[in-house]
């Protein structure tokens, strides 16, 4: 098994009214960017998954875009997927909690 | 006549929907948590107003997959009422039962206030008991209310006469106007604005009360057969929706 | 030596003898560092105020307990400035069941239901965030009411911008509202009611006051304690994250998580909603000992109050809180303001009731701590003790100061207000006009009686405030009787027969010119409002946001406000049942106009009595109750006219403020009035528009005798006043209704037309269409907002320079100590 991260865009149809993108689009030119052309707002998603390999991770996703992710009356969707790395993060608490369980002990 | 109130997490008109038909009805009216499957005790049932789930992703995305769902699909299927008020409505289409999408309003903004409507179609038990072309004072608060569906569909629900209510003055952007749909069979109806908050003249209006009226007439007026055991749709199954969706021009 | 460490059957006990002070947990700076570098002061401790903290420990705290000193000795949870003028307020009467010092205060009203309410103030995170500012001021407030066992059923909201030309000021208002629908229509309570007003002095620190409202059994009250030795203690809903701490530790810059952090805090009104239906649950099984909200200073503040309400100790296993994110810290999860969640004492033995009501709703429940007799708030990590400190210090021993009061008013002078009033730049320049005949004689240069009525029409804080209220679900729980709008809102209460009027009030320019009086006022007009709904006044809330307590003139607005108050809460019978202070509010360096906002709640017996504001028909009379008063000291106009506040707080007799009260309600209650509205913002002249308007019904008023000063006849903010629509058969006995409770009336005129027409024998001042005055009153709010309507990304249309500005403002604006940490390290201000 691997870590995968899904990243799912989900915008609305061509067709169906976008009234936050009509609205930033028209701050954008009264902000002076008169080249702005078109807004369209969206969601964007991270999924963070397990999964056997890439192709069972696609499968999984693609799943949960059709049923629950997205509406398919008014949304399209379309996602990439990476190979999550492992954060090697530092854990200075989880340290510090050994350091006090030692120091507590030599007491 | 038995009616239930679904109270999905969140849910926050429930009470209101059930004081609503106790006072209009003298009915009994049971909370229904949304993790039990089996309605098959109830005559209506009505998906209240609020925020299920936050209403987060999309408003009634959540909630539709909820077990209590597969009860309402029975009931839908068996020919029983199903009333989806606001969040309810959002459910109901969510769920496939109506056709369309509830979109955020076209102003972006939440909006509450008493709001006419016009009754364009009285041929469902929900509304026979108003007359066709008569305007009616019912309050809307919704943030995500603006009516969508494609074309097809629109002109198919309005030849249908399957429109039940539009507004006058339209408060969010609705597509032709609609405030509530009807499914094909007339037994499912969803609309955003509230009936259960105009049911008493100090409300500022009691035109909501004739829903619930129409509701008990036409339950009341049927032989008592309780069909039992009916073969439902499971509703885990997205395609179930989209066929839904297909029939009607999707 | 022995340290204190868990015993091995799970159970924690002291170690005998001696205790054993408290380590280090390692990354802290040591307790030798804090005194040294002073540290203590960037946690918001005085010099003073930390060797206090040492001498009562009889050693020198580690950094958890420096910082958890810091947050409690704050001004925000100590009210150290302020205590010693609270202390004065009538508290207590027949109908008060609960009093000051719990989340919430609670009256009767009469029948086996009670009334539980609070109102607070979000400023200054409504100024960073105007959404999440306000959203979490109004969760805040909800939970204050719910774990008084209380269901809410109302939200009022009071708010103050500075003048809506400003981009940045429209930006801040839009989202502040927005924030407040966000949070209260998710969770299903309407908010009913509230005011908006506008002025430059809250420019760069608008007030937002959130009000909330219950109904709970009057046997049936929970409160915030600890109490019953050994009974454990939960945190129940949202986990703790790092939201809201204190960024500006002294390492912040080498912090790791630094550029992850935000003093913002992000409500979720879906798990507001569902804690406050487990809690009502939960409450309903009688397990619950004590509970109460983490609101500000989160988990300390919680515990050292309830532990300190019940007179014993609390200890905590900081390692069993539930956290959102890694690697947290003792001194973190003490001070984090991560929000939705709560505190609660069980009864030992009946945990699993609340697991199942927890569940149920999905929510997360954890066992962290215990209740215990010896005093202490005693923390533990990993087995390990990271602090204890006296209870009693960290609460009730606080310190108070008396900090030093100004001898003399401050005046308002008038390179205040110069940045203000673009509309008469010319005349504001010129100085403070010293008659009353200057004031009136300058305003009638600038327009006619009629272009000044037009004028105040569309004044932000007097039009039409629907643009605000259809954001906000007021209907929900279907039991609005009279929704925003009017004097008062009334809602019925499920279980009772009666109802509940309730309304907030509060006029900066008034107490800015008089305090005393300006305090008095805003009690009398709260209680007005309810009076004219025909609702009795029971008791009332209060946010009280003041300057910098440090300015000697600061204080003397206070004391004397609060003394105001005092007097009129007396006199009208309307003690103080619970209330919030927020001191540092300022603007540009300018403290704000002082404003105590009011929030009363009174009793409807009948709720088929209750009158609305509208002229309801033609040919009905209409009368003014009340003293006759023509002078514009304190009014809008003259606000308006002069360019700053001007001249006094209007008159206000509190003797006949009370007979008006007591006869309108009579009135109300013997259906004589068909249409009740006092007089305030605008005077006479917006009182009666304002009802013309409200019922599209029109208004002759031919005066027979002439009258020497139009715009104060018409203008003036003379308090004590109520227009009333009286049918003519009812007008003898009204008449002698009035005469009986020696309160003056004069019959202005007559309803019907389609017009309002106002006039002397001398001159007509207006004659003017009600659909105009309608179309005036109406157009103005949406008007003026139309360039931001609807919620938008917060990094527009604000442009980069203004924000940046904005950051350097909250650096000197901060509220209390508490905050200046939140964005910078000014710690100067505190004394």
């Given at each position: 098994?691997?870590?995968?991260?899904?990243?799912?865009?989900?915008?609305?149809?061509?067709?169906?009214?976008?009234?936050?993108?009509?609205?930033?689009?028209?701050?954008?030119?009264?902000?002076?960017?008169?080249?702005?052309?078109?807004?369209?707002?969206?969601?964007?998603?991270?999924?963070?998954?397990?999964?056997?390999?890439?192709?069972?991770?696609?499968?999984?996703?693609?799943?949960?875009?059709?049923?629950?992710?997205?509406?398919?009356?008014?949304?399209?969707?379309?996602?990439?997927?990476?190979?999550?790395?492992?954060?090697?993060?530092?854990?200075?608490?989880?340290?510090?909690?050994?350091?006090?369980?030692?120091?507590?002990?030599?007491? | 006549?038995?009616?239930?109130?679904?109270v999905f997490p969140g849910s926050n008109c429930d009470e209101d929907a059930v004081l609503a038909v106790t006072q209009v009805t003298g009915d009994s009216v049971d909370k229904v948590w949304y993790t039990q499957r089996d309605l098959s005790g109830y005559d209506a049932v009505i998906l209240p107003g609020g925020f299920s789930y936050g209403d987060y992703l999309r408003s009634g995305a959540i909630a539709r997959f909820s077990p209590v769902l597969a009860g309402v699909q029975e009931m839908a299927t068996a020919g029983k009422l199903v009333l989806g008020i606001c969040n309810g409505f959002q459910v109901l289409t969510e769920a496939g039962l109506l056709p369309g999408a509830l979109l955020r309003n076209d102003h972006l903004q939440f909006r509450c206030e008493m709001t006419p409507l016009e009754v364009m179609s009285n041929a469902s038990p929900f509304l026979?008991?108003?007359?066709?072309?008569?305007?009616?004072?019912?309050?809307?608060?919704?943030?995500?209310?603006?009516?969508?569906?494609?074309?097809?569909?629109?002109?198919?629900?309005?030849?249908?006469?399957?429109?039940?209510?539009?507004?006058?003055?339209?408060?969010?952007?609705?597509?032709?106007?609609?405030?509530?749909?009807?499914?094909?069979?007339?037994?499912?109806?969803?609309?955003?604005?509230?009936?259960?908050?105009?049911?008493?003249?100090?409300?500022?209006?009691?035109?909501?009360?004739?829903?619930?009226?129409?509701?008990?007439?036409?339950?009341?007026?049927?032989?008592?057969?309780?069909?039992?055991?009916?073969?439902?749709?499971?509703?885990?199954?997205?395609?179930?929706?989209?066929?839904?969706?297909?029939?009607?021009?999707? | 030596?022995?340290?204190?460490?868990?015993?091995?059957?799970?159970?924690?006990?002291?170690?005998?003898?001696?205790?054993?002070?408290?380590?280090?947990?390692?990354?802290?700076?040591?307790?030798?560092?804090?005194?040294?570098?002073?540290?203590?002061?960037?946690?918001?401790?005085?010099?003073?105020?930390?060797?206090?903290?040492?001498?009562?420990?009889?050693?020198?705290?580690?950094?958890?307990?420096?910082?958890?000193?810091?947050?409690?000795?704050?001004?925000?949870?100590?009210?150290?400035?302020?205590?010693?003028?609270?202390?004065?307020?009538?508290?207590?009467?027949?109908?008060?069941?609960?009093?000051?010092?719990?989340?919430?205060?609670?009256?009767?009203?009469?029948?086996?239901?009670?009334?539980?309410?609070?109102?607070?103030?979000?400023?200054?995170?409504?100024?960073?965030?105007?959404?999440?500012?306000?959203?979490?001021?109004?969760?805040?407030?909800?939970?204050?009411?719910?774990?008084?066992?209380?269901?809410?059923?109302?939200?009022?909201?009071?708010?103050?911008?500075?003048?809506?030309?400003?981009?940045?000021?429209?930006?801040?208002?839009?989202?502040?509202?927005?924030?407040?629908?966000?949070?209260?229509?998710?969770?299903?309570?309407?908010?009913?009611?509230?005011?908006?007003?506008?002025?430059?002095?809250?420019?760069?620190?608008?007030?937002?006051?959130?009000?909330?409202?219950?109904?709970?059994?009057?046997?049936?009250?929970?409160?915030?304690?600890?109490?019953?030795?050994?009974?454990?203690?939960?945190?129940?809903?949202?986990?703790?994250?790092?939201?809201?701490?204190?960024?500006?530790?002294?390492?912040?810059?080498?912090?790791?998580?630094?550029?992850?952090?935000?003093?913002?805090?992000?409500?979720?009104?879906?798990?507001?909603?569902?804690?406050?239906?487990?809690?009502?649950?939960?409450?309903?099984?009688?397990?619950?000992?004590?509970?109460?909200?983490?609101?500000?200073?989160?988990?300390?503040?919680?515990?050292?109050?309830?532990?300190?309400?019940?007179?014993?100790?609390?200890?905590?296993?900081?390692?069993?809180?539930?956290?959102?994110?890694?690697?947290?810290?003792?001194?973190?999860?003490?001070?984090?303001?991560?929000?939705?969640?709560?505190?609660?004492?069980?009864?030992?033995?009946?945990?699993?009731?609340?697991?199942?009501?927890?569940?149920?709703?999905?929510?997360?429940?954890?066992?962290?701590?215990?209740?215990?007799?010896?005093?202490?708030?005693?923390?533990?990590?990993?087995?390990?003790?990271?602090?204890?400190?006296?209870?009693?210090?960290?609460?009730?021993?606080?310190?108070?100061?008396?900090?030093?009061?100004?001898?003399?008013?401050?005046?308002?002078?008038?390179?205040?207000?110069?940045?203000?009033?673009?509309?008469?730049?010319?005349?504001?320049?010129?100085?403070?006009?010293?008659?009353?005949?200057?004031?009136?004689?300058?305003?009638?240069?600038?327009?006619?009686?009629?272009?000044?009525?037009?004028?105040?029409?569309?004044?932000?804080?007097?039009?039409?405030?629907?643009?605000?209220?259809?954001?906000?679900?007021?209907?929900?729980?279907?039991?609005?009787?009279?929704?925003?709008?009017?004097?008062?809102?009334?809602?019925?209460?499920?279980?009772?027969?009666?109802?509940?009027?309730?309304?907030?009030?509060?006029?900066?320019?008034?107490?800015?010119?008089?305090?005393?009086?300006?305090?008095?006022?805003?009690?009398?007009?709260?209680?007005?409002?309810?009076?004219?709904?025909?609702?009795?006044?029971?008791?009332?809330?209060?946010?009280?946001?003041?300057?910098?307590?440090?300015?000697?003139?600061?204080?003397?607005?206070?004391?004397?406000?609060?003394?105001?108050?005092?007097?009129?809460?007396?006199?009208?019978?309307?003690?103080?049942?619970?209330?919030?202070?927020?001191?540092?509010?300022?603007?540009?360096?300018?403290?704000?106009?002082?404003?105590?906002?009011?929030?009363?709640?009174?009793?409807?017996?009948?709720?088929?009595?209750?009158?609305?504001?509208?002229?309801?028909?033609?040919?009905?009379?209409?009368?003014?109750?009340?003293?006759?008063?023509?002078?514009?000291?304190?009014?809008?106009?003259?606000?308006?006219?002069?360019?700053?506040?001007?001249?006094?707080?209007?008159?206000?007799?509190?003797?006949?403020?009370?007979?008006?009260?007591?006869?309108?309600?009579?009135?109300?209650?013997?259906?004589?009035?068909?249409?009740?509205?006092?007089?305030?913002?605008?005077?006479?002249?917006?009182?009666?528009?304002?009802?013309?308007?409200?019922?599209?019904?029109?208004?002759?008023?031919?005066?027979?005798?002439?009258?020497?000063?139009?715009?104060?006849?018409?203008?003036?903010?003379?308090?004590?006043?109520?227009?009333?629509?009286?049918?003519?058969?009812?007008?003898?006995?009204?008449?002698?209704?009035?005469?009986?409770?020696?309160?003056?009336?004069?019959?202005?005129?007559?309803?019907?037309?389609?017009?309002?027409?106002?006039?002397?024998?001398?001159?007509?001042?207006?004659?003017?269409?009600?659909?105009?005055?309608?179309?005036?009153?109406?157009?103005?709010?949406?008007?003026?907002?139309?360039?931001?309507?609807?919620?938008?990304?917060?990094?527009?249309?604000?442009?980069?320079?203004?924000?940046?500005?904005?950051?350097?403002?909250?650096?000197?604006?901060?509220?209390?100590?508490?905050?200046?940490?939140?964005?910078?390290?000014?710690?100067?201000?505190?004394?």
């Open positions: 098994m691997s870590n995968y991260v899904a990243k799912v865009q989900v915008q609305l149809k061509a067709s169906v009214f976008d009234p936050q993108g009509h609205a930033v689009e028209q701050a954008l030119h009264s902000l002076g960017h008169g080249g702005v052309r078109r807004v369209r707002m969206g969601k964007s998603m991270e999924v963070h998954l397990e999964a056997a390999d890439e192709q069972s991770a696609t499968a999984q996703v693609r799943q949960m875009c059709e049923t629950v992710l997205c509406n398919p009356v008014m949304e399209t969707f379309s996602f990439t997927l990476e190979i999550e790395k492992n954060g090697d993060e530092v854990d200075p608490v989880g340290q510090l909690a050994e350091i006090a369980q030692g120091r507590q002990n030599r007491t | 006549m038995k009616w239930a109130v679904v026979a008991d108003y007359k066709i072309g008569e305007v009616i004072q019912v309050p809307i608060a919704h943030g995500e209310g603006r009516y969508y569906a494609d074309e097809q569909t629109l002109d198919q629900l309005v030849a249908s006469n399957r429109v039940g209510v539009r507004y006058l003055r339209n408060p969010n952007g609705s597509l032709r106007n609609i405030a509530g749909v009807l499914n094909e069979a007339g037994n499912v109806f969803g609309l955003m604005p509230h009936p259960e908050r105009a049911v008493a003249d100090w409300m500022g209006s009691s035109d909501g009360r004739r829903v619930f009226l129409s509701m008990k007439r036409f339950v009341e007026s049927q032989p008592v057969t309780r069909k039992g055991d009916e073969k439902v749709a499971s509703l885990g199954d997205r395609t179930q929706t989209v066929e839904v969706g297909q029939s009607h021009g999707n | 030596m022995a340290t204190e460490t868990r015993k091995e059957d799970g159970q924690w006990a002291p170690a005998p003898g001696q205790s054993s002070p408290p380590v280090t947990v390692p990354g802290d700076p040591t307790p030798q560092d804090i005194a040294q570098d002073k540290l203590y002061r960037q946690l918001g401790l005085t010099d003073a105020e930390y060797q206090r903290v040492a001498a009562e420990l009889g050693r020198l705290p580690n950094y958890v307990e420096a910082g958890i000193f810091g947050v409690l000795w704050s001004e925000h949870c100590s009210y150290k400035s302020s205590k010693p003028y609270l202390k004065h307020f009538p508290t207590t009467g027949p109908q008060v069941l609960q009093g000051p010092g719990e989340n919430a205060g609670i009256v009767d009203l009469g029948d086996g239901t009670a009334v539980a309410f609070k109102m607070e103030s979000h400023n200054h995170p409504s100024a960073i965030e105007p959404y999440q500012g306000a959203a979490t001021g109004v969760g805040g407030i909800l939970r204050d009411i719910f774990t008084m066992g209380a269901r809410p059923i109302a939200f009022l909201d009071s708010l103050r911008f500075g003048p809506l030309s400003e981009p940045h000021t429209r930006y801040l208002f839009a989202n502040v509202v927005a924030g407040i629908g966000g949070y209260g229509n998710c969770v299903g309570i309407p908010t009913v009611g509230g005011e908006a007003v506008f002025h430059s002095a809250y420019t760069a620190n608008p007030l937002v006051n959130a009000m909330c409202v219950g109904v709970l059994p009057a046997a049936g009250i929970v409160k915030g304690q600890a109490s019953g030795v050994g009974n454990p203690v939960f945190v129940i809903g949202a986990r703790t994250g790092r939201d809201g701490i204190h960024g500006a530790t002294f390492a912040s810059a080498e912090d790791p998580h630094a550029k992850e952090r935000s003093a913002v805090q992000v409500g979720d009104p879906f798990l507001g909603k569902l804690l406050m239906e487990a809690s009502l649950e939960l409450i309903a099984t009688g397990a619950v000992v004590g509970i109460q909200d983490m609101g500000a200073a989160g988990l300390t503040s919680s515990a050292a109050e309830m532990a300190s309400r019940a007179g014993g100790g609390i200890e905590m296993f900081l390692d069993r809180v539930p956290v959102r994110e890694t690697h947290m810290t003792p001194y973190e999860m003490m001070l984090s303001e991560s929000q939705e969640r709560m505190l609660v004492v069980l009864e030992r033995g009946k945990e699993d009731l609340a697991l199942t009501t927890l569940h149920k709703w999905g929510l997360e429940i954890a066992e962290i701590g215990r209740v215990t007799n010896d005093g202490q708030l005693r923390l533990w990590f990993h087995d390990t003790k990271v602090g204890e400190m006296p209870v009693r210090l960290l609460v009730d021993e606080a310190p108070v100061y008396n900090r030093p009061v100004q001898a003399s008013p401050p005046l308002w002078l008038p390179q205040t207000a110069q940045a203000e009033n673009a509309q008469f730049p010319a005349e504001s320049s010129e100085g403070v006009p010293e008659s009353e005949a200057a004031v009136e004689q300058r305003a009638l240069t600038l327009a006619s009686p009629e272009q000044w009525l037009l004028r105040l029409l569309a004044d932000p804080s007097i039009a039409d405030k629907s643009w605000v209220f259809r954001q906000y679900d007021t209907t929900v729980r279907a039991s609005t009787l009279v929704g925003p709008g009017g004097d008062a809102a009334v809602v019925k209460v499920s279980g009772s027969r009666k109802g509940v009027a309730l309304c907030t009030d509060g006029n900066g320019r008034y107490v800015a010119l008089n305090p005393r009086r300006g305090g008095a006022i805003a009690v009398a007009e709260a209680a007005r409002n309810l009076s004219c709904v025909g609702a009795k006044p029971l008791a009332l809330t209060d946010c009280l946001n003041f300057g910098n307590p440090e300015n000697p003139g600061v204080m003397y607005q206070f004391a004397e406000a609060t003394a105001g108050m005092t007097e009129a809460c007396q006199i009208l019978n309307t003690p103080v049942v619970s209330g919030n202070v927020s001191f540092y509010n300022q603007s540009y360096g300018q403290d704000i106009l002082p404003t105590p906002v009011v929030g009363m709640v009174g009793v409807v017996d009948s709720l088929d009595k209750v009158v609305g504001g509208a002229f309801t028909c033609q040919g009905a009379v209409v009368v003014v109750f009340g003293p006759q008063d023509t002078s514009l000291r304190g009014s809008l106009l003259a606000n308006e006219a002069v360019g700053f506040p001007w001249g006094d707080a209007p008159a206000l007799r509190l003797e006949m403020e009370a007979s008006v009260q007591s006869l309108v309600r009579a009135l109300v209650d013997r259906r004589l009035v068909q249409a009740v509205h006092d007089v305030s913002e605008g005077g006479l002249a917006v009182t009666l528009a304002e009802m013309c308007i409200a019922g599209g019904v029109g208004l002759t008023v031919a005066l027979s005798e002439p009258v020497s000063s139009p715009l104060g006849w018409l203008y003036s903010e003379g308090q004590s006043r109520v227009v009333a629509q009286v049918s003519r058969e009812d007008l003898e006995v009204v008449e002698q209704l009035a005469v009986a409770a020696d309160v003056p009336m004069i019959v202005l005129g007559e309803t019907g037309t389609p017009d309002m027409t106002m006039g002397d024998p001398a001159e007509v001042w207006w004659h003017l269409p009600v659909a105009q005055l309608q179309q005036v009153y109406r157009e103005a709010l949406p008007k003026a907002m139309a360039t931001v309507d609807g919620p938008l990304p917060a990094e527009f249309p604000v442009r980069q320079s203004d924000r940046g500005e904005r950051q350097d403002l909250l650096r000197v604006s901060d509220e209390d100590g508490r905050r200046d940490l939140k964005t910078g390290k000014n710690q100067g201000v505190r004394s």
